[in-house]
């Protein structure tokens, strides 16, 4: 059974500082990692990772996935409060089937 | 550019009732699938389809069923409602591709009293 573990749980940290979120997998056929930020309703896409050691960058956030150690990281930089969310790492499967970590919920203070 | 759409948002049975929950794309996807989100378990997969008129169980399928006559529509029953199905469901569609992108409706808050 595919496998997806995040890490830590919950962070908070102030506004302007940098963060590093983590998520390892166990899978039987690697296909693509996806990042998601979720604030009240609809995860929200971030990233896709396929090729190991190629940063994705979106702003303030960027993500790179490690196929040798099985992780990948999900680093956003000069946190502001609007960052505030729970971050979900997935994995596609066969048939595009879907398999979630339990999510990072990061909340940044003022 | 309407995406992923799920009705209702908001819904409370009661014990042993039956609802639909709807799920509607309007991109051709052909996978699409359903999800239940609880606290501290992150998403897990009901069902899922590849295609109209093809559907298979995911990781928790119990008490729910799913059909796919149209590759637009993709509607989730609950068949006779009990408190654990209590969660926020979503519904998720994604093109044929391997590892592309899925696309998220805004889920259904689901409350069995």
């Known amino acids: 059974e595919d496998k997806v573990v995040q890490s830590p749980l919950s962070l908070v940290v102030h506004e302007g500082d940098t963060v590093t979120l983590n998520c390892s997998y166990e899978?039987?056929?690697?296909?693509?990692l996806l990042w998601y930020k979720q604030e009240k309703k609809a995860p929200t896409f971030l990233f896709m990772l396929?090729?190991?050691?190629i940063e994705k960058k979106s702003g303030r956030l960027s993500s790179i996935l490690d196929k040798k150690e099985l992780s990948s990281i999900l680093n956003i930089t000069a946190t502001q409060t609007g960052d505030s969310a729970i971050y979900l790492c997935?994995?596609?499967?066969?048939?595009?089937?879907?398999?979630f970590g339990t999510g990072t919920r990061l909340q940044v203070t003022l | 550019n309407a995406g992923v759409t799920q009705t209702p948002k908001f819904q409370v049975l009661k014990t042993g009732q039956s609802m639909t929950l709807q799920c509607a794309q309007d991109?051709?996807?052909?996978?699409m699938s359903w999800y239940r989100q609880d606290p501290g378990m992150g998403l897990r997969l009901i069902h899922y389809?590849?295609?109209?008129?093809?559907?298979d169980q995911g990781e928790v399928p119990n008490g729910y069923n799913v059909s796919r006559s149209t590759t637009e529509d993709f509607p989730l029953r609950l068949l006779s409602a009990a408190p654990s199905q209590t969660s926020v469901y979503f519904c998720?569609?994604?093109?044929?591709?391997?590892?592309?992108?899925?696309?998220f409706g805004q889920g259904t808050r689901l409350t069995v009293v």
């Open positions: 998720a569609s994604s093109n044929r591709d391997w590892g592309t992108e899925a696309f």
């Open positions: 899978v039987t056929n690697f296909r693509s």
């Open positions: 396929t090729s190991s050691g």
């Open positions: 997935v994995h596609t499967g066969t048939a595009s089937k879907l398999t």
């Open positions: 991109m051709n996807h052909e996978y």
């Open positions: 389809s590849v295609g109209a008129g093809i559907t």
